[in-house]
């Protein structure tokens, strides 16, 4: 098959659909094996640094980097990256982002795969993610990264990721490992993953119009590793980092500053001045709002308690 973006047929993604379902729906329920191992901190600390590996391969990896080209790398470092993100389980790096694309281009709208305004919390949060109508994904959708073969094949037989990290964990540590660093990490991770389609489009503020329901969320920022920023990113995708301030925590984008220090990754693309003035100025009249809002609620309480002192 020629493996030109423009010639071919869209690509079917899950090469094993049943296995993908059985260890996805697996991964909900174990998460009661919990109780089947005796409590240690250490093992704790084994979840949460499986999550925030595995964080940051959807949130710098899939999205930043696949989805959006924030920043460049090298050949063997994007391979790196796209492996910790397919370890994740959330499918290929490819069919990630050419979903994502998608839904920037129709957010909010009856062609956005995940708008909880148009489909409902849950369907947004995690069931679209299983409808056998988004196995495939149109190649033209995601050209600058189609054409490398490896990232074909692993998108292709994307399981493998998953299963070989849940393998190691298991050789490494036994079942105590499996259950805390894959299938406990697993579970927060993907529900943490999820609300950035789900609640961020809900619960937050709004300082640009991103003529969507995008909303900033400091609370979705700091369990996603940045993520939360999300009507910064919506109204300017391109950049590297989402939290547009030194005050809007954002985990991944400083992770990939390091690494830049380092060589590993460059180019990373930062909102222009123009946005970030709009961005401050909108802030700066929604603060004015609010002052002005509340006084007027101070003067109409003052003004009512006179009335009532009157008669």
Not at 78 to 91: H, P, R, T, Y
Not at 218 to 238: I, K, P, R
């Amino acid at each position: 098959m020629n493996s030109s973006p423009s010639t071919v047929e869209p690509v079917a993604k899950n090469q094993a659909p049943l296995l993908f379902l059985i260890l996805f729906f697996m991964v909900q329920a174990t998460i009661l094996t919990v109780f089947t191992v005796p409590f240690a901190w250490s093992l704790v600390w084994l979840a949460i640094g499986s999550y925030f590996l595995r964080m940051f391969g959807i949130t710098a990896a899939y999205h930043r980097y696949f989805s959006h080209a924030s920043f460049k790398t090298s050949r063997v470092f994007q391979f790196v990256l796209a492996w910790i993100g397919a370890m994740a389980m959330q499918k290929g790096p490819l069919w990630w982002a050419a979903h994502h694309r998608n839904h920037h281009k129709y957010s909010d709208t009856e062609k956005d795969i995940h708008s909880p305004s148009r489909k409902g919390f849950w369907y947004s949060h995690m069931f679209w993610f299983l409808r056998n109508d988004y196995n495939e994904y149109e190649p033209k959708l995601i050209p600058d990264f189609y054409k490398y073969p490896e990232l074909r094949l692993l998108d292709k037989y994307h399981w493998i990721a998953p299963l070989s990290y849940a393998v190691l964990l298991y050789l490494v540590g036994g079942w105590a490992w499996l259950v805390y660093g894959y299938a406990v990490s697993t579970f927060f991770l993907g529900h943490a993953t999820w609300t950035i389609n789900s609640l961020s489009h809900v619960y937050g503020s709004v300082r640009y119009d991103s003529r969507d329901t995008s909303k900033n969320n400091l609370w979705l920022a700091l369990l996603t590793m940045g993520e939360g920023w999300h009507n910064n990113h919506h109204y300017y995708c391109s950049s590297v980092n989402q939290g547009f301030y030194w005050y809007e925590v954002d985990v991944s984008y400083y992770i990939l500053k390091t690494l830049s220090l380092f060589g590993i990754v460059w180019d990373l693309k930062k909102p222009p001045k123009k946005v970030l003035e709009e961005g401050l100025l909108r802030d700066r009249e929604q603060k004015e709002s609010k002052r002005l809002l509340h006084s007027t609620k101070q003067t109409n309480k003052i003004k009512n308690k006179v009335g009532v002192l009157s008669t």
